[in-house]
Structure formats: C-alpha cells, structure tokens
C-alpha cells in the first residue's frame, strides 16, 4: 500500500531559480518537509572532520554533482529521522548517476508524486545569484566562474533528468521568473 511509503515531491530548476524560497512556502502552508540536497551537502562539509568536506567543497565551487552515495544517504537519513511522511526534495536528482542511484536505494521506498520544475532564463538566474553573493551569502558558488560552471551541469546534466521525467508525465512546469509571491499562486494548487 502506498501509505507506508514516503511521499515525494523533487523540486527541480536552475541555480537561483527559487526553489529554496518557494519551498520555504510551501512548509508552511502545507505542512511538507524541505530537504535541500544543496544544504545537506553543505552542512556535511561544515563538520569538523568530515571525509567528506573536501571532495564536497570541491564539487560545489565547480558546480559539479558530488557521488549519489553521499547525497542519497544524507537525504534517506533526514528522511528516517523525520517524523513526517511528505518530503520535498529540492535540487535532487541532478543528473543519471544521481537518477540511478536514488532508484536502487530508495525506489521502493517512496511514492514520487511529481517533479516541481522551476522555469527561469540563465539571465534570471544568474542576476538573482550574484546579487545573493554581493549581499553576503557565503556561499561559494555564487560568483561568476562558478555559476557558468553550474549553468554548464544544469543544461548538460540536468535538463535530461527533466526530461525523462516529463516523458512519464511527472512534471509541473512553474514559471519562475515573476515575483515569490505571484510564484507562489501558481504553486499552491499543485499542493491543495
Ligand atoms: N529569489 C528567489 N525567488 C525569487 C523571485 N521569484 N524573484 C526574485 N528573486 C528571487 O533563490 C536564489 C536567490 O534569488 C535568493 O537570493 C532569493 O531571495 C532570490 P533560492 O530560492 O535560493 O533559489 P534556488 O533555486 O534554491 O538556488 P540555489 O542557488 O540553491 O540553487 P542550486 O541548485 O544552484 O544550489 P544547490 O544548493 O541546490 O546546489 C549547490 C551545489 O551543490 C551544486 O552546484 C552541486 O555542486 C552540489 N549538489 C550536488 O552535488 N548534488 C545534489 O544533489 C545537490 C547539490
Ligand atoms: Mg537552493
């Protein structure tokens, strides 16, 4: 039955689409858990002693996709800790290795109930990163060596993952470009 399985829905679109901010949104009206692919990667990384802090960081500055052993771990463990059932997944999976991966380890254990997918021209994108950067982000990545480089894995390696899933009619396409808000509206019924 589908109720012991864990619900997911993936969150999908490129560097600085808005998949954090409208996730954010959508906990709070309805009650999903956020997990971000991204900022378990981080927070891995920021552990003293970690193995793999390096090899993480590393990836992230280059905007490539760290081995889906570490991120799916990272995620089945958030999920097993968690005592809520509806899980969104944002930014996983990023391209085949990470598909296959996710499918071995925890195919039979979730219900995939769609791919959100967040729409926003490179331009967008790349504007609402650096502007990010300049007020202090911290992050890494979000400079304008790294983002062409995550541009380039976003285009190469993860396009075909939306496709793929668009081809088992899984996807729900967002225009990202308007304002959180107006985003927002057009989330809402996807979750009601
Ligand atoms: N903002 C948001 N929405 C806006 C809107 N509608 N209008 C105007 N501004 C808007 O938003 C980005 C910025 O834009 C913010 O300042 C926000 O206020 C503003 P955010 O919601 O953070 O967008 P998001 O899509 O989450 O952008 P993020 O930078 O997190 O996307 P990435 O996909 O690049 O980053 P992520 O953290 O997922 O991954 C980082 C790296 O980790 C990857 O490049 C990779 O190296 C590694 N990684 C893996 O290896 N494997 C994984 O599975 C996941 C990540
Ligand atoms: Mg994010």
């Not at 219900?111 to 950067?133: A, I, W, Y």
């Not at 668009?166 to 308007?178: F, G, H, K, S, W």
Request: net charge negative.
């Amino acid at each position: 039955i589908m109720s012991d399985k864990y619900n997911v829905a993936f969150v999908l679109g490129g560097p600085g689409a808005g998949k954090g901010t409208q996730c954010e949104k959508i906990v709070k009206e309805f009650g999903y858990v956020h997990l971000s692919a991204g900022d378990l990667l981080r927070e891995e990384r920021a552990k003293p002693g970690s193995e793999f802090g390096d090899m993480i960081e590393e990836h992230i500055k280059n905007g490539t996709i760290v081995p889906v052993e570490i991120t799916c771990s990272l995620l089945e463990r958030a999920m097993k800790n968690s005592e809520k059932n509806d899980f969104l997944i944002d930014g996983f999976p990023r391209n085949q290795n990470n598909l296959e991966g996710w499918n071995k380890q925890m195919g039979e254990k979730v219900n995939l109930k769609f791919v959100l997918f967040f729409n926003c021209p490179l331009e967008v994108c790349t504007q609402r990163c650096l502007d990010r950067g300049a007020a202090g982000s911290g992050r890494s990545d979000d400079n304008m060596e790294s983002l062409k480089k995550r541009f380039d894995t976003y285009m190469n390696a993860t396009m075909p993952i939306i496709e793929h899933y668009e081809a088992l009619n899984l996807v729900q396409t967002i225009d990202a470009t308007r304002s959180p808000e107006e985003v927002f509206e057009d989330v809402k019924p996807l979750f009601s």
